[in-house]
């Protein structure tokens, strides 16, 4: 079993940058493929970004390529998402995910077993 807490979130204008945390509980950190999702009022989770257990592959969705960064630092069960540009349509609250050890996964939240609780993201002038 992993806990996984978020945390960084906030009111921010566009343009502005943030970057989250995700603090997971437990030894086996290092053998989860972790992944962001957000989730906007009124609209279904969708993807952010992945890393995989080693840092070695990410992904992003097409929305954040090239203003979001995923990264981890396993030393420290933590993992990150540093978000630049951002804009009111990134608006939405942000969850951490993790797969079950060993596991691959990508893109589908069915993919995670673990999530945290959200943090808010708030982007407005």
């Known amino acids: 079993q992993v806990h996984l807490v978020e945390s960084g979130g906030g009111l921010v204008q566009p343009g502005d940058s943030l970057r989250l945390a995700c603090v997971a509980s437990?030894?086996?950190?290092?053998?989860?493929?972790v992944g962001w999702f957000r989730q906007a009022s009124g609209k279904e989770r969708e993807f952010v970004a992945a890393i995989s257990r080693w840092r070695t592959s990410t992904a992003y969705a097409d929305s954040v390529k090239g203003r979001f960064t995923i990264s981890r630092d396993n030393a420290k069960n933590t993992a990150y998402l540093q978000m630049n540009g951002l804009t009111p349509e990134d608006t939405a609250v942000y969850y951490c995910?993790?797969?079950?050890?060993?596991?691959?996964?990508?893109?589908?939240?069915?993919?995670?077993?673990?999530w945290g609780q959200g943090t808010q993201v708030t982007v407005s002038s």
């Open positions: 995910a993790a797969a079950r050890p060993g596991q691959q996964a990508g893109s589908k939240a069915d993919d995670y077993d673990y």
């Open positions: 437990g030894r086996t950190f290092a053998s989860h493929v």
